[in-house]
């Protein structure tokens, strides 16, 4: 368990504590990773389509078809996808979302533009 942990690097608050692999600020909310020696480690920056910097909560729109097992007709290009959330996930899968009509899924980065 981390004994020495570093304030949040938003607030600069110094009573972090640790929850799983995460270390949580309870002044803002913010959330992050630390390694073993307290550090906080480098979110990882995803892009979208064009390169602009996606976060969580932002509006994206897909830019390309995309085929859905199951579905006879897919995702059709401008689909608007509200309030994403940044996963690390399977093949390159790093946006988790619900599309209207389709449920829960997720996608990958290269197919959207930010809204």
Known sequence: MIENLPPCPK???????????LVVCPECGHEWAADEGGEAVAE?????AVGNVLRDGDDVVVVKALKVK?????????TKV???????GVDGHDID?????????QLKSSVVKKA
């Open 11 to 21: 607030c600069a608050c110094e009573y972090t504590y640790a929850m799983n692999a």
């Open 44 to 48: 990882q920056v995803v892009r979208d």
């Open 70 to 78: 199951g579905s006879p007709s897919g995702i059709k290009a401008g």
């Open 82 to 88: 509200r309030g994403i959330r940044l996963v690390d």
């Open 97 to 105: 979302c619900r599309i209207d009509g389709f449920g829960a899924m």
